[in-house]
């Protein structure tokens, strides 16, 4: 399964810490994160994800990359590349499938979490209709035994 690349505008970038801010394009209304949609949320990006590029980031500089969810719910860019930039030559390695550290939440979409959802609600009335019948069953033989 390949992952889609977000694209956002680098809204803020501190080149002394080398980090920043990505606001992702609208376009990505429909990739769902646990914040919500991708769109209406700024994304952290560091320069060690951009290391690989000619030049340093600037704000503005339009942005294509992958969100990682970390463990305290912040989400951050991975695998990102600046539009029209090319990267160094020496850093240039051949792809490798990315594994993620156990950390990482690909983007799913809306459709996928609601479907989700409903597998969810179906089982939990299943089981409660099948409880239900348990009960009344031990309920009707309880009674049929104190007459």
């Known amino acids: 399964m390949k992952t889609q690349m ?3 505008v680098l809204i803020h970038w501190n ?4 980090f920043g801010l990505i606001r992702p394009d609208a376009s990505h209304a429909d990739m769902a994160t646990l914040h919500g949609p991708a769109s209406e949320q700024d994304i952290s990006i560091h320069i060690s994800v ?4 000619s030049r340093r980031p600037k704000i503005g500089d339009t942005i294509f990359f992958l969100i990682e969810t970390k463990l305290d719910s912040k989400l951050n860019a991975i695998q990102a590349h600046i539009e029209g ?3 160094n030559a020496d850093d ?3 792809s490798k499938p990315y594994l993620g550290n156990g950390n990482s ?3 799913i979409s ?3 979490v609601i479907a989700r959802l ?3 609600a179906v089982l939990l009335i299943g089981g409660s209709l099948i409880y239900q019948m348990f009960t009344d069953t031990n309920t009707t033989e309880d009674a049929h035994r104190t007459q």
């Open 6 to 8: 977000l694209k956002g």
């Open 15 to 18: 080149d002394d810490k080398g």
């Open 50 to 53: 951009l290391k690989h590029m």
């Open 85 to 87: 930039v090319e990267a």
């Open 92 to 94: 240039v390695k051949e």
């Open 105 to 107: 939440k690909i983007p």
């Open 110 to 112: 809306s459709s996928a």
């Open 118 to 120: 409903l597998i969810i």
